[in-house]
């Protein structure tokens, strides 16, 4: 509020009311969320945003897609660190070793397994895409 910055303020606002939204719907306003679970919040957030800006983009309103894009850029200096492409093609490997899968067949257990493994620093699509090419 004293820097000023008004789209920084509204973001943290709104990311606040989402975080007690969580906190009531899980157990009543005395419970606690888990830092993973404010995670899983703040991403629902994040791709909230990357929904919207595709959306204004494909509409041509380019000044709401920038207003989206500057909140998203906001929301993710909230999340931890992605990975990188090297570390996701690693553990995806490291998974598929555990799990002894051989075809696209067992593609389900080795994605439950990298879910648990990587717990959200890395995108669902990217990381079945990397699956998929490992058995493939």
Do not use: C, H, W
């Amino acid at each position: 509020m004293r820097e000023k910055n008004a789209i920084k303020l509204g973001v943290l606002r709104m990311l606040k009311a989402a975080l007690t939204n969580a906190i009531i719907e899980k157990g009543g306003a005395d419970s606690k969320l888990t830092d993973a679970e404010a995670a899983q919040v703040i991403r629902k957030q994040v791709k909230q945003r990357q929904d919207s800006i595709e959306s204004f983009e494909k509409g041509g309103r380019a000044e709401l897609a920038a207003k989206e894009k500057e909140e998203l850029s906001i929301l993710q200096s909230y999340l931890p660190q992605g990975m990188s492409a090297d570390e996701i093609s690693k553990v995806v490997r490291e998974t598929i070793a555990e799990v002894g899968a051989s075809s696209k067949a067992q593609m389900g257990a080795v994605m439950k397994a990298l879910q648990a493994k990587v717990a959200g620093r890395a995108d669902g699509k990217t990381l079945s895409a990397e699956v998929q090419k490992q058995l493939s």
